[in-house]
């Protein structure tokens, strides 16, 4: 009796391990706006709801093993979680870039999903990022993948590689071409404005360029991240399946 209850509690630890780790590493999950004891009760309820239909193929936990296949899960659980969070990441950089660009680098608030000061453009860049997340159910599709983990990543067999680290590095510089892609346009527009009021400051130097240029690069700004906002719900909808596959390949790297 003893025994089957101690299997039971080790392959509970195994899933809970796992579901954890995503929930410390991916994106909106492991918010800081979220109550811990919210994300733990979360935790638990997942847990238990892919227990019986992972049941099966989870290895008993010995002393000699369970330090081995605890860090494989969370190992795991991890990837998964920040293959997503790099496209965030990507994103806050992009704000960044642009708001250097514009004359806005300076202009900080606490950041509601890290809980850290970043540049405004940055913190609006990734909450819009976070509502399309949320309106293209991509949190659905991180817990599909996380089921679907146990069956192409079976618990015990996690082994870590130089493919695999080599994998997550590539993944890792996706951030900066998720940058410039997303930072692109406006960052082009405030450069011609730059050019363009550099001739007229040539022209005529009594003008005030400096103070203008601040200015009309923020309207104009403005106005080319509105225009492209339209573009961001299938730029997104593709990083995020990207970031979902480049996991699943990293975990059939690390078998």
Not at 73 to 82: C, L, W
Not at 108 to 124: Q, S
Not at 134 to 148: D, F, P, S, T, V
Request: net charge neutral.
């Amino acid at each position: 009796m003893g025994s089957g209850l101690e299997s039971v509690i080790g392959r509970l630890l195994i899933v809970g391990a796992r579901v954890s780790a995503l929930m410390v590493f991916a994106p909106f999950l492991a918010s800081a706006t979220i109550a811990p004891r919210i994300k733990a009760a979360f935790a638990v309820a997942l847990t238990a709801l892919l227990y019986p239909v992972v049941a099966a193929g989870l290895p008993t936990l010995t002393s000699a093993t369970g330090w081995k296949v605890a860090g494989g899960e969370i190992v795991v659980g991890m990837i998964m979680g920040i293959m997503l969070q790099f496209v965030f990441e990507g994103l806050e950089l992009a704000g960044q870039v642009v708001g250097f660009q514009v004359g806005h680098s300076l202009a900080n608030l606490i950041n509601p999903l890290t809980d850290v000061e970043t540049p405004i453009l940055a913190n609006f860049y990734q909450a819009v990022a976070l509502l399309i997340f949320l309106e293209l159910n991509i949190h659905h599709w991180i817990l599909r993948g996380l089921a679907k983990s146990f069956q192409y990543c079976p618990p015990g067999m996690v082994v870590l590689t130089p493919a695999v680290a080599e994998q997550i590095w590539r993944a890792a510089g996706g951030m900066l071409v998720i940058a410039v892609q997303i930072a692109i346009p406006t960052l082009i527009a405030t450069m011609l404005i730059d050019f363009t009021l550099g001739f007229v400051g040539r022209a005529s130097p009594q003008l005030p360029v400096l103070f203008v240029g601040i200015s009309v690069k923020s309207i104009v700004a403005f106005l080319m991240i509105v225009g492209t906002l339209r573009f961001w719900p299938g730029l997104l909808e593709k990083y995020f399946g990207e970031a979902l596959a480049t996991s699943e390949q990293v975990m059939h790297l690390a078998r």
